[in-house]
């Protein structure tokens, strides 16, 4: 099984403040047919996930540019280039290269 | 849009299986290259991926869980549903379904007690 580790575990950022969340795979996430299936979701306080991020960059419809994700292999990153309130939540990466498997989540709270 | 909706008893006791079903609406679901998805949530805890099925019928499910977990579909009322036997109080959750992990449904909570 891939299992999926994320860090930190909570991050509290100022307004406006950059902020950045690790995702590391215990396998390389590349699939047999090219793709890398990394990806980031979000879930608001009460709300389901939605998600954020596909293919460890790609922005899906209707995310905000602030968002980007990068990496390869089996280190990857979310960043977030200036927090807003609506960013509070909590943050999962995800990989589906074999199955599916969540990381444990990164709390993001305002300072 | 596509909305989904989780349905099936808040109550379950021990031992027993644990059905839920997922109405889908905004799209057939046995149309397109789609997969659908269900994925529980303790309380305060993270996601965990239970199993799927694509529109061709196949199915894919959790190693950890693949004994106790059935996923089917009923196109002729446009669902999905889950099965998930044997349960214990550890499968007490907000139970989730979701096309393709874009589209998701509220969520049901589940409570596994006798």
């Known amino acids: 099984d891939i299992v999926m580790t994320q860090t930190p575990l909570s991050s509290a950022v100022s307004l406006g403040q950059p902020a950045s969340i690790s995702c590391r795979s215990s396998?390389?996430?590349?699939?047999?047919?090219?793709?890398?299936?990394l990806s980031w979701l979000q879930q608001r306080p009460g709300q389901p996930p939605r998600l954020l991020i596909y293919?460890?960059?790609n922005r899906f419809s209707g995310v905000p540019d602030r968002f980007s994700g990068s990496g390869a292999g089996t280190d990857f990153t979310l960043k977030i280039s200036r927090v807003d309130a609506e960013d509070v939540g909590v943050y999962y990466c995800m990989q589906a290269a074999q199955f599916l498997t969540f990381g444990g989540g990164t709390k993001v709270e305002i300072k | 849009q596509v909305q989904l909706q989780e349905s099936g008893p808040g109550l379950v006791k021990p031992s027993q299986t644990l059905s839920l079903t997922c109405t889908v609406s905004g799209v057939s679901i046995s149309s397109g290259s789609y997969y659908w998805s269900w994925i529980r949530q303790p309380a305060g805890k993270g996601l965990e991926w239970l199993g799927l099925i694509y529109t061709s019928g196949n199915t894919n499910y959790n190693p950890s869980l693949k004994s106790r977990v059935t996923i089917s579909v009923d196109t002729s009322r446009n669902q999905f549903s889950l099965k998930l036997s044997s349960v214990t109080a550890a499968d007490t959750a907000l139970y989730y379904c979701?096309?393709?992990?874009?589209?998701w449904g509220q969520g049901t909570l589940v409570t596994v007690s006798s």
């Open positions: 979701a096309r393709d992990l874009i589209d």
């Open positions: 293919n460890i960059s």
């Open positions: 396998q390389s996430l590349v699939h047999s047919d090219g793709n890398t299936y």
